[in-house]
């Protein structure tokens, strides 16, 4: 199958993984949290940006090479935490992590990930960024940053955006329990979608890897999002700092002072997320908050960015308003659901083609050009 004619677009992966997963793994995938409102204000906020065409540039031959904290990376995108990836095909977190140590992109693995630490350290090369949730023993958290550090991460993403379980309404009404609970109905709904079944079966069903060795029989490593797990605050950032000789990112991000202040204290970069909008529905999207959060950090300071981005005119978009870099998070499940290693070097080739073939209408050929060519100042 020719992908690039039958699946032009990340949209035609997700109806393909759609058509594969069960009912309560794309629903857990999918949900935001509420209305899904944050969502829908994060893609609005990003089909708001119009940019100008140029004329009588030539052609451009764009170079998407991007350098953030001191690393140079081939594409300004990278891999997202998200928890549970091999729910949503086993092996999910090795299969993106080759990709991204092939394409030379970061890869963001959740520390509710399926596979643990350990499992990717014969994978993930020198690409690894570790997304932290604290575990509330802070001997189990340094013993986690340790056992990260040991298996090749070098980046770490503190999640501050999660201070407690948000409702998940979707994923409640898809038939997910906590702990999970194999019931009749899961069990239905995955004997539809005999692939991921059979993938299953094979592979085992799906836990938390990286948080077994602290389990105990009152504390089980629970699901995602539930998960025993501290409530950031400066403290065990302060601890953090210590603990770690890496980069820092302070991930979920919205409110410009809050991003001075985590500036302020010593992290190394800003990750504007809403989480997917799975944290609160009450929100700003995303991207309304981008720009809000470049302003008050100053030009030069990291900007990491997520948040519906569905396609290489996205990722351009996301980068005229502010973003350094850009993260995905569905899009690539999308891909390995739909096709496995395949699907996922797919996403890179459509957002490659697609941020080329907008760079070369714009006429310019670094990303960061394109904060030259919003159209409300091209015209202003
Ligand atoms: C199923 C799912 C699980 C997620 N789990 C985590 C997580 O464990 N840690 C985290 O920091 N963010 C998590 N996120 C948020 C993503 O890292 C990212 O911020 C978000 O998915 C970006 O939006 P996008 O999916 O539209 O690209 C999760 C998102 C999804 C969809």
Redesign the pocket.
Known sequence: MDLDLSHPTLPDLRARAKRRLPHFAWE????GTGEDSA?RR?REALDAVVLAPAVLKGRTEPDLTTTLMGRTYTRPWGV??????GL?WPGAEITLAQHCVAQGLPF?L????AASVEDLAPHVGDQGWF?L?PPRDMDHCEDLLSRAKAAGFHTL?L?V??PGPSRRERQRRGGLQTPPRITPRLFLQSVLRPHWSMAVARAGVPSVRGLAKYASPHEPARH??LAPHAAPDLALFKRLRELWDGPIIA??VLVPSDAVMLRDLGFDAI?V??????QFDGAPG?AAALPLVRKALGPDFPVIF?????SGLDVLRAIALGADFV?????W?WGVAAFGARGAAHVTHILTEDMTSGMIQMGITRPAEVRDRLWDQVIG
């Open positions: 857990y995938l999918e949900s969502i994060s997202s935490p998200v928890g549970m990836t949503f963001g959740s520390t509710v990930a997304q949730y993403v999640t955006d999660v995602v999002g991930k979920g990750w997320s809403n989480h997917g909008g799975r995303s997520d948040g519906t981005v569905t993260m995905l998070g569905r899009p499940l």
